[in-house]
């Protein structure tokens, strides 16, 4: 999508702090974190968020799912545990309407969310 800043971020025409990327999926660090760790992991591909799934993409989140917790157990978690958050829309305080996961670790995280 064109005015999308994932969409941006993943063809490379905006800049990231990039953790990794295959063909179908990047990880870069958070602008703005929330916790010692912060990253996001994205599908390339433009999903808009979770209530636009299709059943063909769950072999896409599924590796997503997988890279998240990968990445997440190689930067430091894998004893300590982080938290796989995906916001859906308004009420889920989705702000890029581009399907992403947050992973948070390095410090224990409240529950429940505000
Ligand atoms: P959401 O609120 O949609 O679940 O999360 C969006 C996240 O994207 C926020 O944590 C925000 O800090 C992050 N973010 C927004 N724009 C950019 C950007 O241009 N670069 C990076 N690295 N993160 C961004
Ligand atoms: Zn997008």
């Not at 063909?23 to 390339?44: C, M, R, S, T, Y």
């Not at 591909?45 to 917790?69: C, F, T, W, Y």
Request: charged share 20%; glycine share 10%.
């Amino acid at each position: 999508m064109d005015d999308c800043i994932f969409c941006k971020i993943a063809k490379g025409s905006i800049p990231c702090n990039k953790i990794y990327e295959d063909g179908e999926l990047l990880a870069f660090h958070d602008l703005n974190p929330q916790a010692p760790l912060h990253f996001l992991v994205i599908p390339k591909k433009h999903i808009p968020n979770v209530m636009e799934l299709e059943s063909a993409d769950a072999p896409l989140l599924g590796r997503l799912l997988h890279k998240a917790q990968e990445l997440a157990a190689g930067l430091g978690c894998a004893e300590t545990g982080a938290r796989f958050v995906i916001n859906c829309k308004a009420d889920g305080g989705q702000t890029v309407d581009h399907l992403h996961c947050h992973v948070l670790g390095g410090r224990a995280l409240g529950w429940p969310p505000g």
